[in-house]
């Protein structure tokens, strides 16, 4: 079946660093989206992104997607304890399925 | 709009008891999903539903069940609680397969 790797699991950055997650995928993509997870909240849309090399950027936010639709990239600049949170990518589950297959996440803690 | 509601916020079972877990949507959306996410783990799909009168098993069905009788609610019910099925459960819902919208979620524990 279906598959993606998301990583890292965790990642540790000072304030004012840049951070970056991936999720990589074994078969071509329809779309992926990312989501945002603030501790102890509920999952929040913050972009799909639908073609092969697209890119979208959010304020310090940058979104990509690879040019064989297999892999995607979420890169924060210069991040802020706004930031903490986990980010999962999720993407439409086979055939006629309706439902998104979520990575397992990057947890981001950000160190003031 | 409320968005995705679900209650209660938190339960306390026993093992062996039942309970539903509600969850109501008021944007239309003909796609409804529950999910359970274990501590510091992933969302793990447990049903799912393209409509009402539609439901479809996901990753993790055992032990829950669902009915989709209007497009508004999508309720869970867990038949016989086991310690494994402590987790938080979120409910939500899309229309096609755009963006999803979380529920606050369910704290749920079985002791």
């Known amino acids: 079946g279906q598959q993606v790797m998301q990583i890292p699991q965790y990642q540790h950055v000072q304030e004012g660093e840049d951070f970056t997650t991936y999720c990589n995928s074994s078969t071509t993509l329809s779309n992926i989206q990312w989501y945002k997870q603030r501790p102890g909240g509920h999952p929040v849309f913050l972009i799909q992104?639908?073609?092969?090399?697209e890119v979208k950027k959010q304020k310090r936010l940058t979104f990509q997607f690879g040019e064989a639709k297999k892999n995607s990239s979420l890169h924060i600049t210069a991040t802020q304890t706004t930031d903490v949170g986990t980010y999962f990518c999720?993407?439409?589950?086979?055939?006629?399925?309706?439902?998104?297959?979520f990575g397992k996440g990057t947890k981001l803690s950000v160190k003031p | 709009n409320a968005g995705v509601t679900q209650t209660p916020k938190f339960r306390i079972l026993k093992i062996g008891q039942s309970m539903t877990l509600q969850c109501t949507q008021d944007?239309?959306?003909?796609?409804m999903y529950w999910y359970r996410q274990d501590p510091g783990m992933g969302l793990k799909l447990i049903y799912y539903s393209v409509g009402a009168g539609i439901t479809d098993k996901g990753e993790v069905p055992n032990g829950y069940n669902v009915s989709r009788s209007t497009t508004e609610d999508f309720p869970l019910r867990l038949e016989l609680a086991a310690p494994s099925q402590t987790s938080v459960y979120f409910c939500?819902?899309?229309?096609?397969?755009?963006?999803?919208?979380f529920g606050p979620g369910t704290r749920l524990t079985v002791l």
């Open positions: 992104l639908v073609k092969s090399g």
């Open positions: 939500a819902s899309s229309f096609m397969r755009n963006e999803q919208f």
């Open positions: 944007m239309n959306h003909n796609y």
């Open positions: 999720a993407f439409p589950g086979g055939g006629s399925q309706g439902n998104l297959i």
